[in-house]
């Protein structure tokens, strides 16, 4: 009896309201982000070198699977999923492919010639240029819908009101949560993944205890690609499909990456989240979740219709406030240990 | 050797004078001179990359940015006085606004060395953020009545009517306030950050512009900017546009024999230093992160005055119109193919690129328009319907993939910087 009492003390409306607007869309958009500053982090750690075209990458999976998705609409009724979900697997190996022609072709030849850093990073710019104008040449620069049919919306009822989440955000949070743990075995148990911790740790000290630096390198970019074509798929089914998120994307990301400490892979999907959070958490009307005390207030104190930190058209603010913040405090990321 | 160069560079400019002299009979006067009062303006934004690229080797992916801040800043100056915003009760608004950031300011600042008088750093740290953020809502909550009376009575603040030329001056130093902040954070860690930081701000600044109705009138745009010189309905295209490129031919002469000074002196030497190996030079005892950021500053000095010039050309101020490809990424193209390290590479690449740029897109509609022609013809596809804004998309591809053939094949750029040998 004491439980109900409770219960109907607690704002649960208000409480509901934080979990859809907060809960859920942080773990999303975090998610989001964990899955594309993954694969960046990696390949910047082994690398040597933040590949800047890592958020066109992401764009560009999700057209390959966008594409896949328009051959074969009906492919995803035998399975029961959406069909951009089952061809994730193809878009995902098709992008790692590219990936590694787009290293082929244009970072191996600079970074033979033993160039700065920062050489190869003007490459990336390059690179993302080329990426960004082939895209919005075959697709326009028009937003597109990644579903075939309606999407499947979940309600999950909590006292009296409704926890609403959709089937793409499920199996993005499912996704996500395999592709962690199955990384998570990758880089401890198995040999090509040490071999990658190894070289991330010192590049040189690998080369002499003869692990394969191009196979290394080869394995990196096909993590990097297909997590970053998981990732903007998924997010493209949760919204929609846009063409020119390229930086909007990048800069979280960046952000994530330099929060977990550059080259490390936790680092980056616990930096995701953060930013994910931060970033709704910055955005959110936190006068809803104050009216319930309006009761118990002094009269004196007025509370304001609306109270958010950060308007939403400044949303790319909050991740460079994050990476301006972690730069000035600790430039090798929130995490002790040896970073890059 | 320094002859063939000299050679090369004569022979490269008389091949550009004549490309230009082409596109005079070609596309008539007042289209030219557009043209060359544009790359005008760019190459002093090439200059002042140049300075940053080619002489600190600090790599500004955020140019967009500093632009947008300076023409800002050149507009705020130099746009007619606007009564209304002045009569109404808004500048009061505005100055208590100004007077809580100032007292808040005054006050986290103070808290964040509370930690010099015994007050453990913990403690000293939350209260600096609780102060911060107590400011930034407070100004924020001061901010949002002025700026709603001020866009329902009268648009926007206006300008203070003051001379185009000190516009672009207080641009520039807007620009270079700017960077004096990003440098303070990012220089001396890992070059990649100097890049992520100033694309960041690049478009933090556009959303800001783009947001703040009450400053820049937002999407609406500002229009007509003065002009320095007689404007076209004044005097004519072909005059006015004449007038406005000797003021900016006149600008490039000075910012480049001042940088050729400074090159030669004891001071550029010292930064070539630097550039070639930091860490011989900190051995030597200089200062690095501290001329660097001298540097990073002094560039985007230039960069904003450059870029305010090329605003107020346009007339009109539009905080969407500033994008990444033609206000970064061209102006880099500009200085890595004119040869970074070269002033008057610079300067070439400025011409060379925009001459190149402006005819690529009579260039590209045409081929699409052939292309598609073609296309219906033979396989019967139909070409989509924004078939026009397609085709100027290939120009962004054509950009990566130079970028990228240039670092490849001569990454000293057409004007290779002249090495100075001292014996």
Same mark, same amino acid.
């Given at each position: 009896?004491?439980n109900?009492?409770?219960?109907?003390a607690?704002?649960?409306?208000?409480?509901v309201?934080?979990?859809?607007?907060?809960?859920?869309?942080?773990?999303?958009?975090?998610?989001?982000?964990?899955l594309?500053?993954?694969g960046?982090?990696?390949a910047?750690?082994?690398?040597r070198?933040?590949?800047?075209?890592?958020g066109?990458?992401m764009?560009?999976?999700?057209f390959i699977?966008?594409?896949?998705?328009?051959?074969?609409?009906g492919?995803?009724?035998?399975?029961g999923?959406?069909?951009?979900?089952?061809?994730?697997?193809?878009?995902?190996a098709?992008?790692?492919?590219?990936?590694?022609f787009?290293?082929?072709?244009?970072?191996?030849?600079?970074?033979? &010639?033993?160039?700065?850093?920062?050489?190869?990073?003007?490459?990336?710019?390059g690179?993302?240029?080329?990426l960004?104008g082939?895209?919005?040449?075959?697709?326009? &620069?028009?937003?597109?819908q990644m579903y075939?049919?309606?999407k499947?919306?979940?309600r999950?009822?909590?006292?009296?009101?409704?926890?609403?989440?959709t089937?793409p955000?499920v199996?993005?949070i499912?996704?996500?949560?395999?592709?962690?743990?199955?990384?998570h075995?990758?880089?401890t148990?198995?040999r090509?993944?040490?071999?990658?911790?190894a070289?991330?740790?010192?590049?040189?000290?690998?080369?002499?205890?003869g692990i394969?630096?191009?196979?290394?390198?080869?394995?990196?970019?096909i993590?990097?690609?297909?997590?970053?074509?998981?990732g903007? &798929?998924?997010?493209?089914?949760?919204?929609?499909l846009?063409?020119?998120l390229?930086f909007?994307?990048?800069l979280?990301?960046?952000a994530?990456?330099?929060?977990?400490?550059?080259?490390?892979?936790?680092?980056?999907?616990v930096?995701?989240l953060i930013?994910?959070?931060?970033?709704?958490?910055?955005?959110?009307?936190?006068?809803?979740l104050?009216?319930?005390l309006?009761?118990?207030?002094?009269d004196?104190?007025?509370?304001?219709?609306?109270? &958010?930190?950060?308007p939403?058209?400044?949303?790319?603010v909050?991740?460079?406030?994050?990476l301006?913040?972690?730069?000035?405090?600790?430039?090798?990321?929130?995490f002790?240990?040896?970073v890059? | 050797?320094k002859a063939?160069?000299e050679?090369?560079?004569a022979s490269?400019?008389v091949?550009?004078?004549?490309?230009v002299?082409?596109i005079?009979?070609?596309?008539?006067?007042?289209?030219?001179?557009?043209?060359?009062?544009?790359?005008?303006?760019?190459?002093?934004v090439?200059?002042?990359l140049?300075?940053?690229?080619?002489?600190?080797?600090?790599?500004?992916?955020?140019i967009?940015?500093?632009?947008?801040?300076?023409?800002f800043?050149?507009?705020l100056?130099?746009y007619p006085?606007?009564?209304?915003?002045?009569q109404?009760?808004?500048p009061?608004?505005?100055l208590r606004?100004?007077v809580?950031?100032?007292?808040?300011?005054?006050?986290?600042?103070?808290?964040?060395?509370i930690?010099?008088?015994?007050?453990?750093r913990?403690?000293?740290?939350?209260l600096?953020?609780?102060?911060?953020?107590a400011?930034?809502?407070?100004?924020q909550?001061?901010?949002t009545?002025?700026?709603?009376?001020?866009?329902?009575?009268?648009?926007?603040?206006?300008?203070?009517?003051?001379?185009?030329g000190?516009?672009w001056?207080?641009?520039?130093v807007f620009?270079a306030v700017?960077?004096?902040f990003?440098?303070?954070?990012?220089?001396?860690?890992?070059?990649?950050y100097?890049?992520?930081?100033?694309?960041?701000i690049?478009?933090?600044?556009?959303?800001?512009l783009?947001?703040?109705?009450?400053?820049?009138r937002?999407t609406?745009?500002?229009?007509?900017?003065?002009?320095p010189?007689?404007?076209a309905?004044?005097?004519?295209?072909?005059?006015?546009?004449?007038?406005?490129?000797?003021i900016?031919a006149?600008?490039?002469?000075?910012?480049?024999?001042?940088?050729?000074?400074?090159?030669?002196?004891?001071w550029?030497?010292?930064?070539r230093?630097?550039?070639?190996?930091?860490l011989?030079?900190?051995a030597?005892g200089?200062?690095?992160?501290?001329r660097?950021?001298?540097?990073f500053v002094?560039?985007?000095?230039?960069?904003?005055?450059?870029?305010?010039?090329?605003?107020?050309?346009?007339?009109i101020?539009?905080?969407s119109?500033?994008?990444?490809?033609?206000?970064?990424f061209?102006?880099l193209?500009m200085?890595?193919?004119?040869?970074s390290?070269?002033?008057?590479?610079?300067?070439?690449?400025?011409l060379?690129?925009?001459?190149i740029?402006?005819?690529?897109e009579?260039?590209?509609?045409?081929?699409?328009?052939?292309?598609?022609?073609?296309?219906?013809?033979?396989?019967?596809?139909?070409?989509?319907?924004?078939?026009?804004t397609r085709?100027?998309?290939?120009?962004?591809?054509?950009?990566?993939?130079?970028?990228?053939?240039?670092?490849?094949f001569?990454p000293?750029?057409l004007?290779?910087?002249?090495?100075?040998?001292?014996e």
């Amino acid at each position: 009896m004491e439980n109900i009492g409770l219960l109907s003390a607690l704002p649960i409306n208000e409480l509901v309201f934080f979990i859809n607007k907060v809960v859920i869309a942080g773990l999303i958009i975090g998610s989001i982000y964990a899955l594309g500053a993954v694969g960046m982090t990696l390949a910047w750690g082994i690398l040597r070198f933040a590949n800047f075209a890592h958020g066109d990458l992401m764009t560009l999976g999700a057209f390959i699977a966008f594409m896949l998705t328009m051959a074969m609409p009906g492919l995803g009724a035998y399975v029961g999923l959406p069909t951009a979900f089952v061809v994730l697997p193809i878009a995902m190996a098709v992008t790692a492919f590219v990936t590694i022609f787009i290293d082929r072709t244009f970072y191996v030849p600079v970074r033979k &010639t033993n160039p700065k850093p920062i050489t190869l990073v003007i490459a990336s710019f390059g690179v993302m240029l080329m990426l960004q104008g082939l895209i919005r040449l075959f697709f326009g &620069t028009a937003p597109r819908q990644m579903y075939v049919g309606p999407k499947e919306i979940y309600r999950i009822p909590l006292a009296g009101r409704d926890i609403v989440i959709t089937e793409p955000q499920v199996l993005l949070i499912v996704f996500t949560a395999v592709a962690i743990v199955a990384l998570h075995l990758f880089l401890t148990r198995s040999r090509t993944g040490k071999a990658m911790r190894a070289m991330s740790d010192n590049a040189d000290l690998a080369r002499i205890s003869g692990i394969g630096t191009a196979h290394v390198v080869r394995v990196t970019w096909i993590i990097a690609g297909s997590l970053a074509a998981a990732g903007g &798929t998924l997010l493209a089914m949760d919204v929609s499909l846009k063409p020119d998120l390229s930086f909007n994307l990048l800069l979280p990301i960046v952000a994530a990456i330099i929060v977990g400490g550059i080259g490390q892979p936790y680092g980056a999907i616990v930096g995701g989240l953060i930013v994910g959070f931060t970033e709704t958490l910055a955005v959110f009307n936190w006068a809803i979740l104050l009216r319930p005390l309006k009761p118990h207030m002094p009269d004196w104190l007025e509370l304001p219709a609306s109270l &958010t930190f950060v308007p939403t058209e400044y949303k790319i603010v909050v991740p460079f406030v994050i990476l301006v913040a972690v730069l000035i405090w600790r430039p090798n990321g929130i995490f002790r240990g040896r970073v890059l | 050797m320094k002859a063939t160069m000299e050679l090369r560079t004569a022979s490269l400019f008389v091949f550009l004078a004549g490309v230009v002299a082409l596109i005079f009979i070609w596309q008539g006067n007042a289209y030219a001179l557009r043209m060359l009062a544009e790359a005008g303006c760019l190459a002093i934004v090439a200059l002042g990359l140049n300075v940053q690229w080619g002489y600190a080797g600090l790599f500004n992916a955020g140019i967009m940015g500093f632009i947008a801040i300076a023409a800002f800043g050149s507009m705020l100056v130099s746009y007619p006085v606007n009564p209304v915003f002045w009569q109404s009760e808004a500048p009061g608004l505005l100055l208590r606004m100004g007077v809580v950031v100032l007292i808040g300011g005054a006050v986290t600042v103070l808290l964040s060395r509370i930690h010099r008088y015994g007050v453990p750093r913990r403690i000293r740290t939350l209260l600096t953020v609780i102060a911060a953020l107590a400011t930034y809502m407070m100004a924020q909550n001061a901010l949002t009545p002025a700026a709603g009376i001020i866009e329902q009575n009268s648009g926007f603040i206006g300008g203070f009517g003051l001379p185009v030329g000190l516009g672009w001056l207080v641009g520039g130093v807007f620009a270079a306030v700017l960077a004096w902040f990003i440098g303070r954070i990012t220089l001396g860690l890992r070059s990649d950050y100097l890049a992520i930081a100033t694309l960041g701000i690049a478009e933090i600044v556009k959303a800001f512009l783009k947001n703040a109705d009450w400053l820049t009138r937002g999407t609406l745009t500002v229009s007509p900017l003065p002009w320095p010189v007689p404007t076209a309905s004044e005097v004519g295209f072909v005059a006015a546009r004449s007038a406005y490129l000797s003021i900016t031919a006149v600008l490039i002469v000075i910012i480049y024999l001042l940088l050729q000074r400074g090159w030669a002196s004891p001071w550029g030497r010292m930064m070539r230093a630097i550039r070639d190996n930091e860490l011989a030079a900190e051995a030597v005892g200089k200062n690095v992160n501290r001329r660097l950021l001298e540097m990073f500053v002094i560039g985007n000095f230039i960069v904003g005055v450059g870029g305010a010039a090329l605003i107020t050309f346009g007339g009109i101020f539009d905080p969407s119109g500033f994008l990444p490809i033609n206000h970064t990424f061209l102006v880099l193209i500009m200085v890595v193919l004119g040869g970074s390290g070269n002033n008057l590479g610079s300067i070439f690449g400025a011409l060379l690129v925009y001459v190149i740029w402006t005819m690529s897109e009579p260039a590209a509609l045409i081929l699409f328009s052939h292309g598609a022609g073609w296309l219906r013809d033979v396989f019967g596809i139909a070409p989509p319907d924004d078939l026009a804004t397609r085709a100027l998309q290939m120009r962004v591809f054509v950009i990566g993939l130079t970028i990228i053939l240039v670092l490849r094949f001569a990454p000293k750029g057409l004007l290779p910087e002249k090495i100075v040998k001292y014996e």
